[in-house]
């Protein structure tokens, strides 16, 4: 019921900042000499009506249908950028036509930074467009390093993401909307609010498969964010919390009616997660055709992850359904505590699921088994009270026992790698089709189904140093497994 609260008063909020909002005068671009041929580069133009407009109190920069080439804009307070239906603002192609935040260096198409009641809307039908060009603008940033006028290590001949500027940044901003508009083609990491308070993003759409490192949003030490109705495509993990400081907390974030597909993981927690997140709901989601996993709920950098709640995702064509993982990259004891997921399907692919992205994910830990989903803690820093509930999951099964076989009476020479960078494959050889889970302290499985549509070596669940479970309601699906038995422990009790 609080939590419930928390989002109504959210959702009140942001409408009332919406009326107030409209009755602020708005302008069109064209007032200020803002061109729409698409050639005419518009930076100063925009940035000077942003900054007029914040001037007289506030109010609403209005661009009609046409393409609006330009570099950084930086919004301010009390202004809305309105794009109407085939309104498109253009990011150039020239890496030196972007700024950078003061915070953390990080640069982007349109900024914000420690400002409040903005709004980023689209207005009828599809809205307006961001658009990044982001194949040229990587292709020209690494241009530059090849010519010695910017410095970087160029792994796998593209720079670094801090050369690479994003299509939107907003900063330790409070009181944010965005609505109804689609991003395209970023160079970088598409979305990222990081440390703001009180965002509404609904109903944007995401398609950005240009170039590498693409997370379509990332949601990052933010208090107060709701993301809805939205669609994202993504060459990087689709939609992402983080938590970039020891000091903040991803907290308070609602996730709902979005759909998701991605070159890495569907929807994800982490990777950093110095402070951690608390008080998340991610609700009748969609993800498909995505490469890793559909959820994935990580504390790796000695940060917490409380009361998380995991309800009605449909997966399809993934690589795996659920990674849950506590590691220790920095040396620091991370904390797992009150995970739920319940009413989930996933459909887990044979092959790979993302072949045919202009930027697939990479074929890595070959050749091996299909994964099982896997939740797994550390000897010294278990998860704590995790619940899975209504679940079905169909494996693709066939596993090959001749690919480094690990069998039951060797379960020490999986890996602990707390220090490795954290993906449902890290493991590599799994002896379960279904379910390895190791260090874990209090686990409720509740009508649990899991299917395997051809007959596997493997056992179905794998319990590994597992204390305090309860297995309740657990149907098996193998061909030619009648009396093959579906749980094997290790140093685990019952509840």
Same mark, same amino acid.
């Given at each position: 019921?609080?939590?419930?609260?928390?989002?109504?008063?959210?959702?009140?909020?942001?409408?009332?900042?919406?009326?107030?909002?409209?009755?602020?005068?708005?302008?069109?671009?064209?007032?200020?000499?803002?061109?729409?041929?698409?050639?005419?580069?518009?930076?100063?133009?925009?940035?000077?009506?942003?900054?007029?407009?914040?001037?007289?109190?506030?109010?609403?920069?209005?661009?009609?249908?046409?393409?609006?080439?330009?570099?950084?804009?930086?919004?301010?307070?009390?202004?809305?950028?309105?794009?109407?239906?085939?309104?498109?603002?253009?990011?150039?192609?020239?890496?030196?036509?972007?700024?950078?935040?003061?915070?953390?260096?990080?640069?982007?198409?349109?900024?914000?930074?420690?400002?409040?009641?903005?709004?980023?809307?689209?207005?009828?039908?599809?809205?307006?467009?961001?658009?990044?060009?982001?194949?040229?603008?990587?292709?020209?940033?690494?241009?530059?390093?090849?010519?010695?006028?910017?410095?970087?290590?160029?792994?796998?001949?593209?720079?670094?993401?801090?050369?690479?500027?994003?299509?939107?940044?907003?900063?330790?901003?409070?009181?944010?909307?965005?609505?109804?508009?689609?991003?395209?083609?970023?160079?970088?990491?598409?979305?990222?609010?990081?440390?703001?308070?009180?965002?509404?993003?609904?109903?944007?759409?995401?398609?950005?498969?240009?170039?590498?490192?693409?997370?379509?949003?990332?949601?990052?030490?933010?208090?107060?964010?709701?993301?809805?109705?939205?669609?994202?495509?993504?060459?990087?993990?689709?939609?992402?919390?983080?938590?970039?400081?020891?000091?903040?907390?991803?907290?308070?974030?609602?996730?709902?009616?979005?759909?998701?597909?991605?070159?890495?993981?569907?929807?994800?927690?982490?990777?950093?997660?110095?402070?951690?997140?608390?008080?998340?709901?991610?609700?009748?989601?969609?993800?498909?055709?995505?490469?890793?996993?559909?959820?994935? %709920?990580?504390? !790796? @950098? #000695?940060?917490?992850?409380? $009361? /998380?709640?995991?309800?009605? +995702?449909?997966?399809?064509?993934?690589?795996?359904?659920?990674?849950?993982?506590?590691?220790?990259?920095?040396?620091?004891?991370?904390?797992?505590?009150?995970?739920?997921?319940?009413?989930?399907?996933?459909?887990?692919?044979?092959?790979?699921?993302?072949?045919?992205?202009?930027?697939?994910?990479?074929?890595?830990?070959?050749?091996?088994?299909?994964?099982?989903?896997?939740?797994?803690?550390?000897?010294?820093?278990?998860?704590?009270?995790?619940?899975?509930?209504?679940?079905?999951?169909?494996?693709?099964?066939?596993?090959?026992?001749?690919?480094?076989?690990?069998?039951?009476?060797?379960?020490?020479?999986?890996?602990?790698?707390?220090?490795?960078?954290?993906?449902?494959?890290?493991?590599?050889?799994?002896?379960?089709?279904?379910?390895? %889970?190791?260090? !874990? @302290? #209090?686990?409720?499985?509740? $009508? /649990?189904?899991?299917?395997? +549509?051809?007959?596997?070596?493997?056992?179905?669940?794998?319990?590994?140093?597992?204390?305090?479970?309860?297995?309740?309601?657990?149907?098996?699906?193998?061909?030619?497994?009648?009396?093959?038995?579906?749980?094997?422990?290790?140093?685990?009790?019952?509840?």
């Amino acid at each position: 019921m609080k939590k419930y609260l928390i989002t109504l008063c959210l959702a009140l909020l942001m409408s009332l900042q919406a009326i107030a909002q409209e009755q602020k005068p708005a302008y069109n671009a064209s007032k200020f000499g803002i061109r729409s041929d698409g050639v005419t580069m518009n930076t100063r133009s925009i940035q000077f009506a942003i900054d007029w407009i914040a001037e007289q109190g506030g109010g609403t920069l209005r661009f009609w249908v046409g393409r609006y080439l330009t570099g950084s804009i930086h919004l301010k307070s009390n202004v809305t950028i309105e794009l109407m239906e085939g309104a498109v603002l253009v990011g150039s192609t020239n890496p030196f036509d972007y700024d950078r935040l003061n915070a953390t260096n990080d640069h982007a198409l349109i900024l914000a930074e420690g400002v409040e009641n903005i709004r980023l809307i689209g207005v009828y039908n599809s809205g307006g467009v961001i658009e990044g060009q982001g194949r040229e603008l990587g292709n020209n940033c690494t241009d530059l390093v090849h010519k010695g006028l910017m410095k970087d290590r160029l792994s796998n001949d593209r720079v670094g993401e801090g050369f690479r500027p994003r299509l939107l940044i907003f900063r330790e901003c409070k009181n944010v909307e965005v609505d109804n508009v689609t991003f395209r083609n970023a160079a970088n990491w598409v979305t990222m609010y990081d440390q703001c308070e009180n965002v509404t993003v609904n109903n944007v759409r995401i398609q950005s498969t240009a170039f590498w490192n693409n997370d379509g949003i990332d949601i990052v030490d933010c208090d107060g964010f709701l993301l809805t109705n939205s669609y994202i495509d993504a060459s990087d993990d689709a939609i992402c919390l983080k938590s970039h400081s020891n000091k903040k907390l991803c907290q308070n974030v609602e996730v709902r009616h979005c759909t998701a597909r991605s070159s890495a993981s569907g929807i994800k927690f982490g990777t950093m997660g110095a402070g951690g997140f608390k008080n998340v709901r991610i609700i009748d989601n969609t993800v498909y055709d995505t490469y890793r996993s559909a959820i994935t %709920i990580q504390s !790796v @950098d #000695g940060g917490i992850c409380e $009361n /998380i709640l995991v309800d009605s +995702l449909y997966a399809t064509n993934v690589g795996n359904a659920i990674y849950v993982n506590v590691g220790a990259r920095r040396d620091k004891q991370s904390f797992m505590d009150g995970i739920t997921i319940r009413n989930l399907y996933c459909e887990v692919a044979a092959t790979k699921p993302d072949g045919g992205y202009e930027y697939e994910g990479p074929i890595e830990d070959l050749p091996r088994n299909i994964s099982p989903c896997g939740i797994i803690g550390l000897k010294d820093s278990k998860i704590k009270n995790i619940t899975l509930e209504n679940i079905e999951i169909v494996f693709p099964g066939g596993g090959d026992e001749h690919y480094a076989h690990v069998g039951l009476d060797e379960l020490d020479k999986v890996p602990e790698m707390p220090k490795a960078y954290p993906e449902f494959s890290q493991h590599m050889e799994l002896p379960a089709w279904g379910f390895f %889970i190791r260090h !874990v @302290d #209090g686990i409720v499985m509740k $009508n /649990i189904t899991l299917k395997a +549509l051809k007959k596997d070596y493997r056992t179905a669940i794998v319990l590994d140093d597992v204390s305090n479970y309860k297995i309740n309601g657990l149907q098996v699906e193998e061909p030619d497994s009648e009396n093959k038995k579906a749980v094997f422990e290790r140093k685990a009790a019952k509840d």
